[in-house]
């Protein structure tokens, strides 16, 4: 079993910045890909940026450029950098970890319980 907890989330006003984080415990591997998805209200869930064990990224086209995922192994910590926030990047946020098939990301290994971003206009 794997256990991921978020923090960092809260109410922000559009175009300021909030890092979002992720304690990684459990039956984990440094090997894991790691990734951040989203439910904005009334809407489908849906991934906004992965990273491979080795580095390689990927981002929703409509955060790339203003989020940024990284991830630090020795404090098994995964984060989420947001900037120039926008109204529509409300959501709850979620951190998996998973693997790469390819260039697709699965988060087939755990999930955590989500953090709610607001962002106000």
């Known amino acids: 079993q794997v256990q991921l907890v978020e923090s960092g989330g809260g109410l922000v006003q559009a175009g300021e910045s909030l890092t979002l984080s992720c304690g990684v415990s459990g039956r984990a591997s440094a090997s894991n890909a790691a990734g951040w998805y989203r439910q904005p209200p009334g809407k489908q869930r849906e991934l906004v940026a992965a990273?491979?064990?080795?580095?390689?990224?990927n981002y929703a086209d409509s955060v790339k450029g203003r989020f940024t995922i990284s991830r630090d192994n020795a404090k098994n910590t995964v984060f989420l950098r947001m900037n120039s926030l926008k109204v529509d990047d409300t959501a709850v946020y979620y951190c998996?970890?998973?693997?790469?098939?390819?260039?697709?990301?699965?988060?087939?290994?755990?999930w955590g319980q989500g953090t709610q971003v607001t962002v106000s206009s």
């Open positions: 990273m491979s064990w080795g580095g390689r990224t």
């Open positions: 998996t970890l998973g693997t790469f098939t390819g260039p697709t990301y699965y988060p087939n290994v755990g």
